[in-house]
């Protein structure tokens, strides 16, 4: 399977950190990256509830989970920060979360569209080295989703270190492959 | 048991319906009034549903359902007619939904400072006669909630047509307000 | 509604009390009789749950929550008085429990029979004069149950008072039987 | 850590195999052996579905799942074959069962004696190479469970090759170690 790396996100605010978050940042963890609207039911009941017990089941040193609030449809009611800031603290939500930067022209949001999301909740998956590697529209188990994390998990740091194709690990920077 | 009338809400806007709606309008008919806030967790997985299954299990000849939306934090966030708006259309609540009117001063809404209400979500019965029979913070479990729906259901409609025109009741007569 | 007398049960033996139980014993109460086999997946999951909610959400001097275990199928499984009596204890039943009386011949228990159902679990309902006055085969909601019970137990103690024990009811007195 | 060897099973009979299953037929494969009794609320609610999801989730050259059916009380309920056939039926169990072997004295059956079970359910793992991995009394969640079950799947079956400490594997059979 050839690998592709990860998009870098467009994120207008973010909320629960103090400085922006970026792939780049992240590099040599995994990544749940969990893209919900504050008003999507399902989003609600089924898909922050669980990316919560995934940053309380595994090592922060394994993997980061991250939000990404990507607002397609009733901007007014749910696109400002102090609306998120008030659902994340409700519903007691502590790990980061970044609010996609909202198109320039067009409905959707930057990063909803260079992901091409087909809607909320998307769960991804990133591994340590910034490769996608899971993108699922939906509920996913949670059976499945621990054993695709774990699975990422075990993938050797070392490899990580050598073969990064691009971008900069604890060494160095390489050339980026064209 | 002496019963009291239940207060007249204080409601700046209407959702889901075209007319205000007045518990006078509601007399005959057992009332059902869920307080809540659109931010409030309990209220999402808890009150709003319940409010929802009253409304498909009983007969609307017979109990009205309607939800108060009184915003007592984040005013911001989930003041709005349209973030409310949103919100009901994404969880399909139907039922009519009043804003309550925000304090002339203070932080709390009028109809909960005059209801006297610890907090959301709240759940309210009134009697046909337009008596209040129940007010509980928190949750009622379906089984409970169901047998005094049904307790004030039944009560004659008799004593009703009979004595509510002119606002009487077991006790007596009172002068009716204009 | 011409309402229609209970069938007395037939039970081989009962468990959770000391004497016998019959519909006579009830007569002034409202009855719920849960009928259920200990191996039957929607009983244990939904069924009885359901009961021990009803026994504890009203009060005992309205209505009698009653078991009665109907095998139609394994036998051998769940058949004796043992098996049923470590079920009820790991399940934390404590509410009198009958074992419908084995056919003398075919497949189907005697109460089963007589009451012509259609499998386990079924609900009945019995009202204060012995009346019987729902039986549904599968799950019905909490709200609709509770409300269906509180319509009973509401029902005149007074017409029971004077109707019953010579049979008598709303339209006329039938010559009570042997 | 120092692995160790999971001990041999007691069986007296098996249920929905048509051949008994020993650890050294499972060597190279995962094992997870849920231990219950079919009077045991939290294993008919929790642990017997989680066991089905997991039979589910995974690949079955990766994982195998089997039930071990130790009864420690309500012997004659729960300790016959027909009992316990025909509550795999109405729950639509399909993975083998066996039979936990009765003492020849004392109240415990042998396996969960050896095993030193504390009471059911007991969730174990087993990896490839027949050390014992896992060993939990009561719940565990899906998360969880599923990345200790990939975790185990991952692990190299070339080192199971080359290293399997004792018995017999596709190559041969290595002298056990003291």
Not at 1 to 14: D, F
Not at 58 to 63: G, K, L, V
Not at 89 to 108: C, M, N, Q, W
Request: aromatic share 6%; proline share 6%.
């Amino acid at each position: 399977m050839q690998l592709k790396q990860a998009k870098p996100w467009q994120v207008s605010h973010w909320l629960n950190t103090k400085n922006p978050i970026t792939l780049e940042n992240l590099l040599g963890k995994v990544v749940l990256l969990e893209v919900f609207q504050m008003l999507c039911p399902g989003c609600v009941s089924h898909a922050l509830p669980q990316a919560m017990r995934v940053a309380q089941a595994f090592n922060a040193a394994d993997i980061a989970v991250i939000g990404l609030h990507s607002v397609f449809e009733h901007h007014s009611a749910q696109g400002s920060k102090e609306a998120l800031s008030a659902f994340l603290r409700e519903y007691k939500i502590d790990f980061p979360v970044g609010i996609d930067a909202p198109a320039t022209s067009g409905r959707l949001p930057q990063t909803m569209t260079s992901y091409g999301l087909q809607g909320t909740p998307t769960t991804i998956l990133i591994d340590r080295r910034g490769n996608l590697r899971k993108q699922k529209f939906g509920f996913e188990n949670d059976l499945v989703l621990g054993a695709e994390i774990m699975s990422l998990i075990l993938e050797s740091k070392e490899s990580f270190n050598q073969t990064s194709p691009s971008g900069c690990d604890d060494i160095g920077c390489a050339i980026p492959t064209e």
